[in-house]
């Protein structure tokens, strides 16, 4: 008989920003068990519900019981499994006793490379009953949970002590230990709204009833779609904060969520406004409420009880986030007592890494690469040094104590607050973008001078003491670094040399800490990281390939390079010559070095040898103005009117000819042609 499944875990209060992944990898782990066990379809995914008290899901079209199956053992090899006498070994013995069959029942079979031994046994499939409270007690073991707790004289653990199980199929009760707890049908609903004690008939009325008794919205995804709409409606003619991470926070501490509108005092807006909106959202979880890009004195609460006079949830809210705001009114008075120069010396007691000296020496460098990136783009190098003299001091200041994420932020509003420019200002708040992937870059070429950097002196610096990111791990947040340089020289464009950087950054450092390969290591993690970039950015692999082989030195050159190799690509004579380059490449390998330093005319000897060397010399005037004026597109575009005199020169030339002369010359002849082909991309990399 099929059913609904429900199994809840009612718990106390669940940690918050974890709880969301805890009910889908509950999900997911009974799926897969129930699937394997043959109780659900595979195709079955379920409902998933978790509230700050409780962990459960459904299952629609659940059987009672499992259908009867044929359970295939895969036993040892045929080899090993036999003597010589052709009686079973003991590892054969021992599969058969586990499997419970005798010699005569097995069967062989091979994976291709070795034969072996299948026992096929068949089960008659059980009861749910027998296997639920177990397949439970396993997926509870298997979630992301960092610590467990201990609760009373048991001996149970999980991540907050549970007071009650449910396992229900359709109307009946399923018997059952979990965690030391016997399952029943009764659940509890909201804290303080509910009726109490609720009772589940069925397993499929479970959501509506604790809804409509317990006042608990039992899913994760409804709860937080309702708050959004009710912020959306509260603001009005304003707009909220969106945060997802804090709206996911934020669904997974309320059960029944009503959002009320609360105040403080205007005269904190003369704070600003980055810190009144961190510190609501961090401290106090609320969504502040903007007019166009200002903020107000006004926010939303989303509370956890839906009342009909919400006088004292809202001032006990504008009482409670009325300190955060003075500390950071306090802070941000305080700090601008002094000067940002004037804390520069503070940085010297700041270690940056025990290799890489403090951050008053980091600080030393990033002046001079600053100014050298600076002069380079045309941008003011005395604002660049400024900027980077000043871009960590905020380090030292206690708004950036309290809130580590408003460095650069806080340095900005200091900066203007002492009379700085406002490009230097600006250049110490953007110098750390991008933050994150998609994140705005800086604007302006101090700016960009002043991030480059940073980035560049970062990366650098860890690579030159063998600190590579590995796997996973990325502690210094190299990969971002990488990222922001790439996408900086590419999307703003610069025109400059990324060795050259790369060289310029490495100035800055002692000899004596640079081991290993530090450059070819640091060349090859920027490669494949603007690898990554350019393929998430969907282009085609094989053009990405095609650029990136002749580790181009401007990335701001990258995307008419690609631009190039798209449009080639389109051409009717690719193909064709994309698989000649290839040819050619192989032919100029193969050949150990034995190709002329240039063609001599005099040794061309078969018409087609002396068209195609017609046709190059043509060409490759043309072809150097357009690389010259960057037009990658009109280049190889002409190199396409080859096509012909490269078809015919292979269809009727030897080039390994026997006389060593003319063999020279033929391949010196490829190598001009292959030297033409592949100044925009290696296309031989088209070729399939």
């Known amino acids: 008989m099929k059913a609904t499944l429900l199994i809840e875990l009612l718990t106390e209060e669940l940690p918050p920003k974890s709880l969301a992944k805890l009910g889908l990898s509950f999900r997911e782990q009974m799926q897969k068990s129930l699937a394997t066990a043959g109780f659900i379809e595979a195709g079955n995914e379920g409902r998933w519900f978790a ?4 962990l459960a899901m459904q299952f629609d079209d659940c059987l009672e019981s499992q259908p009867d199956r044929v359970i295939e053992k895969k036993g040892p090899a045929v080899s090993s499994g036999v003597g010589a006498d052709g009686t079973p070994t003991k590892a054969l013995e021992g599969f058969m006793r586990s499997a419970g069959v005798e010699f005569a029942q097995l069967e062989k079979q091979s994976d291709g490379k070795v034969d072996y031994f299948v026992a096929r046994m068949s089960r008659k499939g059980g009861r749910i009953d027998e296997t639920l409270a177990g397949m439970v007690e396993a997926a509870l073991k298997k979630l992301p949970v960092a610590k467990l707790m201990r609760w009373g004289a048991s001996e149970a653990q999980f991540v907050r002590p549970v007071h009650g199980l449910m396992l229900m199929h359709g109307a009946r009760t399923i018997s059952g230990e979990v965690l030391g707890l016997a399952s029943r049908n009764v659940t509890r609903g909201h804290r303080f709204m509910s009726v109490g004690v609720i009772d589940i008939p069925r397993a499929g009325d479970y959501e509506a009833i604790l809804e409509k008794q317990g006042r608990v919205i039992a899913s994760f995804d409804k709860r937080r779609a309702m708050i959004v709409e009710q912020l959306d409606r509260a603001a009005g003619k304003l707009t909220w904060v969106r945060d997802d991470a804090l709206l996911d926070e934020v669904a997974a501490l309320v059960e029944f969520p009503a959002v009320y509108e609360a105040s403080f005092e205007p005269e904190f807006l003369a704070v600003p406004q980055e810190c009144l909106i961190l510190t609501m959202k961090a401290n106090q979880k609320y969504f502040p409420l903007m007019d166009g890009d200002k903020l107000t004195h006004r926010f939303l609460v989303v509370s956890n009880m839906k009342v009909v006079d919400p006088t004292n949830i809202v001032t006990g809210n504008a009482r409670v986030v009325r300190p955060r705001l003075a500390d950071a009114k306090f802070f941000f008075e305080t700090d601008k007592k002094t000067p940002l120069s004037a804390r520069i010396g503070k940085l010297s007691r700041v270690v940056y890494h025990n290799k890489l000296g403090t951050q008053g020496e980091r600080v030393d460098r990033l002046v001079r690469l600053a100014a050298t990136i600076a002069h380079r783009i045309g941008a003011d190098p005395m604002q660049a040094e400024q900027a980077a003299l000043l ?11 309290e809130f580590p994420e408003l460095q650069g932020i806080m340095g900005r509003y200091y900066a203007l607050a002492d009379g700085e420019p406002a490009a230097v200002a600006d250049a110490i708040q953007s110098h750390y973008q991008p933050r994150f992937n998609g994140d705005a870059l800086p604007v302006g070429g101090v700016a960009c001078a002043v991030a480059l950097a940073d980035k560049l002196d970062a990366l650098i610096g860890f690579f030159a003491i063998g600190q590579i990111p590995t796997g996973d791990k990325d502690p210094f947040g190299l990969r971002r670094a990488a990222l922001g340089v790439l996408r900086i020289l590419m999307e703003t464009p610069l025109p400059l040399s990324l060795p050259e950087l790369i060289d310029a950054a490495a100035a800055g450092f002692a000899p004596e800490i640079f081991t290993g390969d530090w450059r070819s290591a640091s060349a090859d993690f920027l490669r494949e990281r603007l690898r990554n970039l350019l393929r998430d950015a969907g282009h085609d692999h094989r053009a990405v ?17 690609l ?3 798209k449009a080639f690509a389109a051409l009717p004579e690719a193909d064709a010559l994309a698989a000649a380059n290839k040819r050619i490449v192989n032919i100029l390998r193969k050949s150990g070095g034995e190709a002329g330093a240039a063609v001599n005319p ?12 017609a046709a190059v010399e043509t060409a490759a005037p043309g072809i150097e103005a357009q690389l010259a004026a960057a037009d990658y597109t009109a280049a190889l575009k002409t190199l396409a009117g080859l096509r012909g005199a490269v078809d015919a020169f292979f269809d009727g030339v030897m080039v390994m000819a026997e006389d060593a002369q003319i063999r020279s010359n033929r391949l010196a002849l490829l190598s001009r042609l292959a030297g033409l082909m592949n100044r925009v991309a290696d296309i031989s990399r088209l070729s399939s």
């Not at 509230?51 to 409780?54: A, E, I, L, N, S």
């Not at 871009?391 to 104590?401: F, I, P, R």
């Open 602 to 613: 005099a040794l061309l000897q078969e018409d087609a040898e002396k068209a195609l060397f």
């Open 545 to 561: 390939d095609a650029v990136l082989a002749l580790d181009p030195a401007r990335i701001d050159q990258v995307p008419a390079r």
């Open 51 to 54: 509230t700050p008290r409780r």
């Open 391 to 401: 871009a960590k001091a905020d380090l030292v200041t206690d708004m950036v104590g």
């Open 563 to 565: 631009a190039a190799v």
